[in-house]
C-alpha cells in the first residue's frame, strides 16, 4: 500500500511538473496558432486591402493637413 502511494505521488508530481512546463510554452502555441489564422485568413479578410487603404488614406488626410497650414 505504501509504495502504491509513493508511486501516485510521484506520479502526480510528473503530471504537476508537465502542466507547469506546458504553460510556460502555452504563449508560443498561441502567437503561432494567430499567425497562422490571420495567414489563412488574409484574402478572405482582404488584409492587404485594408492596411494598402489605411496607409493611402493616412498619406492623403497628411497632405490635405499640410495644405491647409
Known sequence: ???NLVAATGFLEQLKSCIVWSWTYLWTVWFFIV??????LRVPLK????????IRGLFS?????????
Open 47 to 54: 488584409i492587404n486591402d485594408n492596411l494598402s487603404t489605411d
Open 35 to 40: 499567425l497562422f489564422l490571420v495567414y489563412i
Open 1 to 3: 500500500l505504501a509504495e
Open 61 to 69: 488626410s497628411l497632405l490635405s493637413n499640410s495644405e491647409k497650414l
